[in-house]
């Protein structure tokens, strides 16, 4: 069983992390340099629009196979390492929550308006924060893999 529950738990912060280098190395510089300012909020819009629901699903695959491995090994007796990557998991989770909730709710109130200039501005907030997500993610990574 714990094996199935480390593999669930690999899968969620590939796609999450994944996603975040994706979009961090690839789809953003690409867009600043192939395309002229009206069409880059577009493709980074719609292209957040589609991820943001595989990070939801990751969030809930992290969060479950993490409290269940934690639960399992019981929380006194788990690593500090365990307690560090699930603190820093939360944080990141509750981030993503902001940014789902705050910039990406603009964005989306913007677009519908057809507001590129607006969507733009969501964008640049929403990359700030996605690469803080990421420096954490890989943080709780290292300690995990090197905290012995």
Do not use: C
């Not at 907030?125 to 290292?142: D, E, R």
């Amino acid at each position: 069983m714990n094996g199935l529950l480390i593999f669930v738990h690999l899968v969620g912060a590939m796609v999450w992390m994944g996603g975040m280098a994706f979009v961090l190395f690839s789809l953003r510089p690409a867009a600043f340099a192939e395309l002229e300012p009206p069409l880059r909020p577009r493709i980074m819009f719609a292209s957040l629009r589609r991820f943001f629901p595989l990070v939801w699903g990751s969030i809930a695959l992290l969060l479950a196979s993490g409290l269940w491995l934690m639960l399992q090994a019981g929380f006194a007796h788990a690593p500090p390492a365990w307690h560090a990557m699930f603190g820093i998991g939360l944080v990141m989770m509750a981030l993503f929550g902001h940014i789902y909730f705050a910039p990406f709710k603009r964005a989306r109130r913007a677009a519908a308006e057809q507001d590129w200039s607006r969507v733009a501005q969501s964008l640049q907030q929403i990359h700030k924060l996605v690469a803080i997500n990421f420096t954490l993610g890989w943080i709780a990574i290292a300690l995990v893999t090197l905290w012995r």
